[in-house]
């Protein structure tokens, strides 16, 4: 088995209904047929290949090769895992047209933020490159400043990584969105390391940001739940982020789990350089 199928397999172990939505190198039918999934998951286990071929109108042969390019043996394997997946989720999180603050009491809560936290933190893992990540990280222990770029949230994330690295001796700024008269006036004798959170990769003064300091040959990091965004094209690298989707609020709260994990991986590789 080549690394690549390996590689799939073990992704697929945790999550496959939220790997689908990050899938790449896919054609245009296996793209319709995942969203068409992804719509209504239940018409898996409801559906045998060629009747969901059907209703996809697409053939069996490329159900089954779009099961085996996510790394499953065959459609039966690929109805199972997504069964398991289903079974993953505690009972105690509401569906996703039940308000979250409707849980039954705080018992369930308790329940259910630590297979929150504990998601956002597998998929994070799971989406992220080491080679880029080990790459970031000596891009960190080179740079003369770090700059972070945020806007509501992310602008607290980004302070709480700053915090962080400049208890370590490192410079370090969180910015609430683009400083033009800063970005336009940026030393060019200084090694400056720039982060940029969205997790759309749409945000605006963000990509504005990304692309005025790419145009000045500085090193840019895009943070986002996006590869293909606006951000991601004006950026260096892109570290992948993870929101669950189905609810804006629990979604939210993946989001900021796993951004705070990005940037904490790359703070205990500072550590290790600072002592």
Known sequence: ???TQ????????????????????????EKHIVDHILNNPEVVFESTAQELAQ?????????VRLCKKLGTQGYPDFQLKLALDYQRAPATLPPSDHPFTELEDVHSAMDSVPYLYHQALEETRRLLNVSVLQRIANWVKESGRIDIYGS??????????CTKWNELGISAI???????????????????????????????????????LNGKNKNVIAI????????????TETLLSYGYNEQMRLSKMSSMVSVLYIFDILYMSSIRDSY
């Not at 986002?224 to 950026?235: E, F, I, V």
């Open 224 to 235: 986002t739940g996006n590869n293909h965004s606006s951000l991601s094209r004006q950026s």
């Open 152 to 161: 509501d949230m992310n602008y607290y994330l980004a302070q709480q990584a």
């Open 1 to 3: 088995m080549g690394t």
């Open 55 to 63: 209703a996809t109108y697409t053939s069996s042969s490329t159900i």
């Open 6 to 29: 390996r590689g799939m397999e073990q992704m697929m172990e945790y999550s496959l209904l939220q790997k689908m939505k990050y899938a790449q190198q896919l054609t245009a039918q």
């Open 174 to 212: 969180a910015h609430n969105g683009p400083n033009m008269h800063y970005l336009n006036t940026m030393n060019p004798n200084v090694s400056t390391l720039s982060f940029v959170i969205s997790h759309t990769g749409e945000n605006q003064s963000m990509v504005d940001a990304a692309k005025i």
